[in-house]
């Protein structure tokens, strides 16, 4: 399990600059895009 837990953490940190870049498109806004990617790691984990 802890495997498991290790490698979803990685992956997740992985995808933060991907997420981000994808929020700033969306929101225009550095600021408001990371709230927005910080919300969504919470849900995610």
């Known amino acids: 399990m802890a495997a498991v837990s ?3 953490k990685t992956d997740l940190l992985g ?3 991907s997420l ?3 929020a700033v498109s969306l929101t ?4 408001k895009a990371d ?3 910080q919300e ?3 849900k995610a984990w």
């Open 20 to 22: 981000r870049a994808f």
């Open 40 to 42: 969504t790691l919470v």
């Open 28 to 31: 225009q806004n550095a600021d």
């Open 6 to 8: 290790q490698s979803f």
């Open 35 to 37: 709230d927005l990617v």
């Open 15 to 17: 995808s933060i600059p």
